[in-house]
């Protein structure tokens, strides 16, 4: 048995489709993209989904519908997206509850989960499906005359919009168990731990620093150093005593020829004595 060639997802496609996660591309073509993928039960399943060409035209979404409503029940898995709710198998669509619509409107792509064996022949019915909505294989009719007719939108090959919602981040919906919880609280308690220790080193292996010696400044250094010439010598008001002040005044030293002898005057007469008036 062939295994088919795979290819990696690239940018534009979508992690998720309906209830499948992508794992990689199968067949590309400019009508669309088929997928390998696989549910959250671990069931792989093959996704096809129209391109963004092709979603946007009604007559390639009808071909597709038709190409799907012809192949066997038990091979269509699911199915949804524009246009895809009628037909023969038309129970197999899953709509997405609760999903936001854009502000453009833009349709969400058509998309089918089939069966998936694993062999390259699931690969060549992928790309027969595909190139039954965008006309590769429809062998011409009459003599070709003119020019090459050419769908408008073979050169849209991104693919279609797919919804999501809720969005798959982070993925995991279970708890996490008590194992879980203690080696994370260990792996942290360690951490900080060495967050403690990487501390303490760097301070202690940083030397003490004696403090800078004084920075003697212009003024102490010019007032000690040497003494101004008006503080070392005298000045000769007060070194020198003046004559003033040495000699006693001549008024002051000897006495006033005045002061000892007695003036005449009022109390010599009143020393005197006084007469009796009765004589």
Do not use: C
Not at 35 to 61: F, K
Not at 179 to 206: E, G, H, R, Y
């Amino acid at each position: 048995m062939t295994e088919p060639l795979l290819h990696p997802l690239l940018g534009v496609d979508p992690p998720r489709v309906g209830d499948w996660w992508l794992d990689a591309r199968l067949a590309a073509t400019p009508s669309g993209v088929a997928y390998t993928a696989h549910s959250e039960a671990g069931d792989h399943v093959m996704v096809l989904m129209l391109s963004e060409g092709a979603t946007a035209d009604a007559a390639a979404v009808d071909r597709f519908a038709g190409t799907v409503d012809r192949m066997h029940i038990d091979t269509v898995l699911a199915r949804g997206g524009r246009g895809q709710q009628g037909g023969r198998l038309g129970h197999k669509y899953v709509a997405a509850a609760d999903t936001p619509q854009p502000p453009d409107a833009t349709p969400e792509a058509s998309w089918v989960a089939l069966a998936w064996d694993g062999t390259t022949a699931a690969t060549t019915e992928a790309e027969r499906v595909l190139a039954e909505v965008d006309l590769s294989w429809l062998p011409p009719k009459g003599t070709p005359s003119g020019p090459d007719y050419e769908l408008p939108w073979v050169d849209k090959v991104r693919p279609g919009l797919a919804r999501q919602w809720p969005l798959p981040w982070p993925g995991r919906h279970d708890r996490a168990g008590w194992l879980s919880i203690l080696v994370s609280w260990l792996i942290m308690m360690l951490l900080m731990a060495l967050a403690v220790l990487i501390a303490i080193l760097i301070f202690q292996a940083t030397p003490p620093q004696s403090p800078p010696p004084p920075v003697p400044t212009s003024a102490s250094g010019s007032g000690g150093g040497s003494a101004s010439p008006d503080s070392a010598s005298p000045s000769p008001q007060s070194g020198s005593p003046s004559p003033d002040s040495a000699s006693p005044p001549p008024d002051s030293a000897s006495p006033s020829p005045a002061s000892p002898a007695e003036s005449p005057g009022p109390s010599a007469s009143a020393s005197s004595p006084t007469p009796d008036p009765r004589l």
